[in-house]
Structure formats: structure tokens, C-alpha cells
């Protein structure tokens, strides 16, 4: 088993690239920025710095997808934090892309970082098995790199290890003794331990026991010094194997008594820390018991006070509870009559408008009975009417249900950020049958990113009733234009579209319908998304405009 180590050093990493960031971050620095989002790249480093991963992830492909930095060290940096992230989450062929990417931006603008992401690539290579171009990469980063820098020693090992599974074996031995030789040079015992064992593998696959041996046993000693429990235990365990190849049984069994022992150590600790954290829980449940206790005894004063306290109290509250209960009664019969007339204004409503409609529609029908099925275009024509009455018909029951709902507070209302074309497709494709059969033309002209702040259903009824307004009084072959308009705070929408005469257009600047309803719906369900709802006429079209919240940064991240 070889010791394949982590490149580089992973949080002296993380702390260069943080300060990378801060130096051009506008609330870190006074320094001029290369950004024109201060709170995302602000929040970004700060995430990334703190381990949250995936919202520095969120925030980096969202500066990266509005293409707003333009400065190329910047972009190096986003890249290298990106790669990093996937690299975390094991993504390995998306991390190489993004690596790829930074190595490309740093060559090209000659950034001095760059030289390290060649070794987060060549181990992004090792962990997908590519041996030769994990190779290449660390060649290339062994061509530019300082011998003199911190992780030479990690990275030469790593090269090494690469020839070993390549069979390389010369080019393995030269990185390996190399970096042991550094290792020595620092006193670093745990690399060196690694090291060494891995010289030994290097030369027991090529059956050169003699020495391989020695640099195993050199393994074992620097392991014992280095008091990592995980290296001493595959020390202990390549001299086990080592002597059971020699027949030389009863050592190899020492050897293998000696890992056992060292893994049950290991055993150990994790439960010592386990037994801890249980006795640190237990002696925090003592210590609140006990502070209870005693504030049990300080309360004990205070509650014999209250309990005095309480009968005179408790007459002067008598009489304010009284006269609050009047008052409430009082409250409940205006709110009783309020529902009384709600209910009458629904019911008058519901007779008034839903009358003629079905009578229309039963008309309609007879005379679909009794007309000869051959006379084709006249069939097209009523079922045309038919389906005209019957969709008012259910827009009006739709709009009723809502109002009512509304009125008493019953209707759910949540605000969240919305794609504005991605719902007026939604709301358009139910009148597609209409539009087809009109040959209406829809002119939509709304920016691809525009979002808006507000509640999905109550929008979507707004939508419902001007859409439905505007295929049925639109006259056929002709053109309904939609255009959305942006500011730094709202959107707005308008939709236009001409009309027959004056007559029609009256009846749609006033009332929705016959009582006003949808008109009414529309408005309220506008002030209650921090709009403003209002119908413009003349004598040949109809216009409509419906101001809307624009969608902010920080609202459209958190979705």
C-alpha cells in the first residue's frame, strides 16, 4: 500500500487564497476594486474561508455566470476556488475543468499561484487513475517550482508514487530519495517514514529484498518517533509481511502483534473521546440540575410575594376582564356583520352573473341540436361562443373563490422571486385553443433575466384576467403586444391590444365583468404585491400597465 499525500498544504492553501480575496474585496479593503458586486464577492470569500462550501460554490458560479469580473487574476482565483470545491466533493473530471481553466488564465497573465495548481491537478489525475497525465502536470510543476518551497517535498513524493504505478521504476526512485532526502533535511519523521516505506515498496515489487528491508525497518524507526498511529501501524504491518515472506513466522508474528496492539490504541482513543464528550454531557446536566436547584431556593421568596400579590390583583383584573368581554362581544357582532354582508354581496354575485351566462350557454346548445351537422361553419362559430361562455363562466367562479378568500384573510401569501416570462408562458399556454382559433399574434418582448418579488398565485390570477380580457376583445388576425420595462426598483409590464369600438373597450377599462370583480381582484392583488395596477383606453386599443418589485441580488441568491 503506498502513501500517497494530499499535494500541497491544503489549509495553508485556503488561508493564501483567502488573502488573495481580501486584498480585493471592497469591504475588507480600501484598495480599488476589479468587481462591480461588492456583497457577492464580499460573501464569497468570507464563505469559503469559514468551510461553507457550498455557498462559496453558489456565489462563485454566480460571479462567473454574470461574467462581471474582468480583471484575469480575479478570474484565475474564482476558477482555482471552484476546482478546489468540486475537488472536496469528489467531482473529479469537473474539478480538472476548472483547474484547467485557471492554469490557462494564470499562463497567459504570468500569475505567480498558478505553479500550485498544477499539483491540485496532478492529483486530481491520481484520483481518476490517468497516471501519465498526473505525470505530465507534476513534471511541469517540478520545471517551474522553487526547490526551496514548502510542499517540494510532498509533491516530489507524489511524483514518485506515480512512476511506482507506472513501473517506472528509476524516475520513482529519484523523486522518492529526493523527497526523503528533504524530509531528513527538516526533520520531518512522519514524512520521512512514508518515504522510506514507500522506497521499500518500490524496490520489494522488484524483488530486491535485500534493499528493500533496510528502508523498511528505517520506516518502522521514523514512524516510532513520529507517534502517528495510522503510518506506525503500516510500518508494523510491511515488516510483518516482509518476515512471513522469509519464513522467518514467529517475528512476522510479533509484528502483526505489535499492529494489533497499535490499532486497538487507536480503538482506544476514539473511544476516550467518546467516553469525554459522554462525561462532558453528564457533568453540564449536573452542573444545570444543580443551578436549578438553586434558583429554585432564590425564587422561593419571590413567589410567596406573588401569591400575596395575586388576590388584589386578581379583583382589579376581574373587573378589566369584564369589560374586555363586552368589548370583544361587541367586536364579534360588527365582525358577524361584516361576514353577513360579505356573504350577501357573494351570493348576489354568484345569481347575478352566473345567470345569463347559463342561460346563454343552454340557448346555444338547443340551437346545436336542432341545426343540420352539415352546416359546418355555423357549428365552428357557436362552439366557438359556447367555449367563450363557459371559460368567463369559470374565470368568474375563479375570481369569486379568490375574493372571498381574500376578504377573509384566507389566502395563502408568499413572497419569492419569479422568472416574469417563464409565468406568462405558464399563464398563456391555457389560452393557446383561443389564440389559435383568433390567428392572434403574441409580440412578447420581456429582457431573459427579469425577475420580480411576489406571491406565484395571486400574479398568476392578475395574468389570468388580463390575458383572458385581452384574447376576447382582441379582434382576429391582430396583435397582442407584451413589453416589460426595467428601473432600479420595479418592472413594468404592459399589455396592449386594440379593440372593435368604444363600446368594447368600455367594458374592460371599467369592470373585468359585470361587477367588477376581476378589475377589483386585479388591484387588490397588486397593492398586496407592492404594485400598482392601472387600465388606460382610447377608442382603439386597450392598454394595461402593472408596475411590479424588481427582484434584488441578495433575494435572487437565496433561491
Known amino acids: ?13 485556503i488561508v493564501r487564497i483567502d488573502q488573495e480575496l481580501k486584498k ?25 474561508s469559514s468551510n461553507n462550501i457550498d455557498r462559496a460554490f453558489a456565489l462563485c458560479n454566480e460571479l462567473l455566470r454574470r461574467n462581471i469580473i474582468k480583471k484575469p487574476e480575479a478570474k484565475f482565483w474564482l476558477y482555482t476556488i471552484k476546482g478546489r470545491i468540486l475537488k472536496e466533493k469528489k467531482l473529479y473530471p469537473l474539478a480538472i475543468k476548472a483547474i484547467s481553466k485557471a492554469i ?45 518551497d514548502i510542499n517540494w517535498n510532498v509533491n516530489l513524493h507524489n511524483l514518485g508514487i506515480c512512476y511506482l504505478h507506472l513501473k517506472s521504476y528509476a524516475k520513482a526512485s529519484e523523486s522518492l530519495q529526493e523527497s526523503l532526502a528533504i524530509n531528513q533535511k527538516r526533520g520531518d519523521t512522519l514524512n520521512m517514514a512514508k518515504s522510506a516505506m514507500d522506497i521499500g515498496n518500490l524496490y520489494y515489487v522488484q524483488y530486491l529484498d535485500s534493499i528493500a528491508i533496510p528502508y523498511f525497518k528505517k520506516g518502522l524507526e521514523y514512524a516510532k518517533k513520529a507517534k502517528d498511529l495510522k503510518t506506525l501501524r ?30 486497538d490504541s487507536i480503538w482506544n482513543r476514539d473511544k476516550i473521546w467518546q467516553l469525554a464528550e459522554k462525561d462532558k454531557e453528564l457533568t453540564v446536566r449536573l452542573n444545570e440540575e444543580k443551578l436549578a436547584k438553586e434558583r429554585l431556593k ?29 368589548r370583544k362581544i361587541t367586536f364579534q357582532k360588527k365582525k358577524v356583520d361584516a361576514l353577513n354582508t360579505t356573504k350577501d354581496k ?41 367555449y367563450s361562455i363557459a371559460s368567463n363562466t369559470s374565470l368568474l367562479i375563479e375570481n369569486t373563490l379568490q375574493w372571498a378568500l381574500n376578504n377573509r ?21 391555457y389560452f393557446k385553443p383561443v389564440i389559435a382559433l383568433k390567428k392572434l399574434n403574441l409580440n412578447i ?22 390575458f383572458d380580457n385581452a384574447v376576447k376583445y382582441t379582434p382576429e388576425e391582430r396583435a397582442i403586444t407584451i413589453t416589460a420595462k426595467e428601473d432600479n426598483e420595479s418592472i413594468l409590464l404592459i399589455i396592449e391590444n386594440p379593440v372593435l369600438d368604444k363600446k368594447t373597450s368600455s367594458n374592460v377599462s371599467g369592470p373585468f365583468n359585470s361587477t367588477g370583480l376581476g378589475h377589483q381582484l386585479c388591484k387588490e392583488f397588486a397593492i398586496k404585491n407592492g404594485g400598482v395596477f392601472e387600465v388606460f383606453e382610447t377608442s382603439s386599443y386597450i392598454q394595461i400597465s402593472l408596475s411590479l418589485r424588481k427582484s434584488h441580488q441578495d433575494e435572487y441568491i437565496s433561491v
Not at 1 to 13: H, N, T, V
Request: with cysteine.
Open 298 to 326: 432564590r425564587h422561593g421568596a419571590f413567589v410567596i410575594t406573588f401569591f400575596s400579590l395575586a388576590g388584589i390583583v386578581l379583583v382589579l383584573f376581574l373587573g378589566i376582564k369584564l369589560r374586555k368581554k363586552n
Open 24 to 48: 480585493q474585496c471592497y469591504h475588507c479593503s480600501a484598495s480599488t476594486t476589479f468587481y462591480n458586486d461588492k456583497d457577492t464577492y464580499h460573501g464569497l470569500h468570507i464563505a469559503f
Open 104 to 148: 490557462e488564465i494564470g499562463h497567459a497573465n504570468e500569475i505567480l499561484y498558478v505553479k500550485e495548481s498544477y499539483a491540485t491537478q496532478g492529483q486530481l489525475y491520481y484520483e481518476l487513475k490517468e497516471f501519465h497525465k498526473a505525470v505530465t502536470v507534476l513534471e511541469q510543476w517540478r520545471s517551474v517550482h522553487n526547490k526551496n
Open 346 to 386: 357573494l351570493l348576489t354575485i354568484l345569481s347575478h352573473d352566473l345567470k345569463t351566462p347559463v342561460y346563454f350557454l343552454s340557448n346555444k346548445l338547443l340551437a346545436l341540436s336542432t341545426k343540420d351537422s352539415k352546416e359546418q361553419r355555423y357549428l365552428d362559430k357557436e362552439i366557438q361562443a359556447c
Open 234 to 263: 503500516n510500518a508494523y504491518l510491511n515488516m510483518a509481511i516482509v518476515e512471513e515472506n522469509r519464513k522467518r513466522f514467529k517475528k512476522a508474528l510479533e509484528y502483526r502483534k505489535e499492529a494489533e496492539k497499535v490499532k
Open 1 to 13: 500500500m503506498y502513501s500517497f499525500i494530499l499535494f500541497g498544504i491544503e489549509k495553508q492553501a
Open 409 to 429: 384573510n384566507k389566502l395563502l401569501f408568499k413572497l419569492t422571486v419569479i422568472h416574469l416570462e417563464t409565468m406568462i408562458d405558464q399563464v398563456l399556454y
Open 445 to 466: 418582448q420581456i429582457p431573459e433575466f427579469c425577475t420580480v418579488t411576489g406571491d406565484n398565485n395571486t400574479l398568476k390570477i392578475i395574468f389570468r384576467n388580463i
